[in-house]
C-alpha cells in the first residue's frame, strides 16, 4: 500500500522521502526519484508532512516512540498523517505524543487494498487537525478519489474499523452463498451472474467471486489484516454496549483461516475453511 501510495506522489511531481523497516523495498522508489530517510526521525527531520501506512497498533506505536521514531523530530511546522488501519485508543495515543512536542497529527486511514492504491481510487477517513487536513489535500486527491474529514481524532479508526467489520462480515456471507449454491446442484458462476444483476451488486461480489471459484486468493487485502480489523471492530461494540453477533461470527472463520494457514493469502481466503468443512463430512 505504502509503495503504491509512494509511487502516485512521485509521478505527480511530489518531492518525496521514504522509509521501510527493510530499505531494500524502497529502491524501486528511489529509481523513481524519491530519496531515502534511514530512519523515520530522518524523515520528518527532511518533511514538512509525513505519512505513514503501517500494519497494525504496535507498529504504529513503534515509529513513532521507539528510538529514532518519529517523536525525535518532530516539533511545530511539521505535521504527521497516520494512514494505517488502528484503533482508537492508539490514534488517540499517537495524536498526544505528537502535539506535546509542538507537531499536528491527522489519521487518515483508508478504504481500498492494493489495486485502489495503485490507481489513486482510495477513501480516505481522515480526523483530527483540521488544517493539516487542508494542507494534504493535494496529496489526497492523488492518492484517493474522495476525502472526508470526520472531526476529532478516533473518528477516522471507527469509521475505518466499521467498513471493514461490514466488508468481513459480507465476505463470509458471500463465502456461504458460493458454497450452498454449489453443493445444492446450482452452478455458483450463475450465482455470480445473479447477484451483479440484483440489489446486493457491488464490486467486491464482482471482483473477487471468480477468483474464489478459481481458488486464486492472491493478496490484495491480506486475511491477516482482516481478523485483526474484525477484533478491532469487536472490541468497540463492546466499548459501546453493542450485540454483534455476525461479526462476531465471522471473526471466528478469519480466525479458523489463520490457523490452517491462510493468513497471507487475501481475505476472501476465508472461502477455504467451509471447503474443510465439506471434507470432514
Known amino acids: 500500500m505504502g509503495k503504491a501510495m509512494s509511487m502516485n506522489l512521485l509521478k505527480n511531481g511530489f518531492k518525496v522521502t521514504v522509509w521501510n523497516r527493510t530499505l531494500s523495498k524502497c529502491n524501486e522508489l528511489v529509481a523513481h526519484g524519491a530519496s531515502i530517510g534511514k530512519t523515520p526521525a530522518e524523515v520528518i527531520n527532511k518533511c514538512t508532512i509525513t505519512i505513514a501506512m503501517l500494519s497494525d497498533p504496535a507498529a504504529a506505536l513503534s515509529v513513532v516512540l521507539d528510538k529514532d521514531g518519529v517523536l525525535e523530530q518532530i516539533c511545530?511546522?511539521?505535521?504527521?498523517?497516520?494512514?494505517?488501519t488502528v484503533d482508537p485508543e492508539t490514534s488517540c495515543k499517537i495524536n498526544e505524543a505528537?502535539?506535546?512536542?509542538?507537531?499536528?497529527?491527522?489519521?487518515?486511514?483508508?478504504?481500498?487494498?492494493?489495486?485502489p492504491a495503485e490507481t489513486g481510487q482510495l477513501v480516505i477517513l481522515a480526523a483530527g487537525d483540521k488544517a493539516l487536513y487542508e494542507?494534504?489535500?493535494p496529496a489526497f486527491d492523488i492518492l484517493g478519489k474522495k476525502s472526508f474529514f470526520l472531526g476529532q481524532v478516533g473518528n477516522g479508526a471507527k469509521m475505518k474499523l466499521v467498513v471493514n467489520m461490514i466488508m468481513g462480515s459480507m465476505m463470509n456471507a458471500f463465502s456461504e452463498?458460493?458454497?450452498?449454491?454449489?453443493?445444492?446442484?446450482?452452478?455458483?458462476?450463475?450465482l455470480l451472474d445473479v447477484l451483479d444483476l440484483g440489489a446486493?451488486?457491488?464490486?467486491?461480489?464482482?471482483?473477487?467471486?471468480?477468483?474464489?471459484?478459481?481458488?486464486n486468493y492472491s493478496p490484495a487485502f491480506p486475511l491477516k489484516h482482516q481478523q485483526k480489523d474484525m477484533r478491532l471492530a469487536l472490541a468497540l461494540g463492546d466499548e459501546n454496549s453493542v450485540p454483534m453477533p455476525v461479526a462476531a461470527a465471522s471473526n471466528e472463520a478469519f480466525k479458523k483461516a489463520r490457523s490452517m494457514g491462510l493468513g497471507d493469502m487475501d481475505f476472501s481466503a476465508v472461502f477455504e475453511t467451509l471447503k474443510v468443512l465439506k471434507h470432514s463430512s
Open 200 to 215: 446486493i451488486a457491488n464490486p467486491m461480489f464482482k471482483g473477487k467471486g471468480p477468483a474464489m471459484l478459481q481458488n
Open 177 to 190: 452463498g458460493l458454497t450452498l449454491a454449489d453443493r445444492s446442484g446450482l452452478n455458483p458462476h450463475d
Open 135 to 137: 494542507a494534504a489535500i
Open 76 to 84: 511545530g511546522g511539521k505535521g504527521y498523517i497516520d494512514m494505517s
Open 98 to 115: 505528537i502535539t506535546s512536542k509542538g507537531g499536528r497529527f491527522l489519521e487518515a486511514p483508508v478504504s481500498g487494498s492494493k489495486q
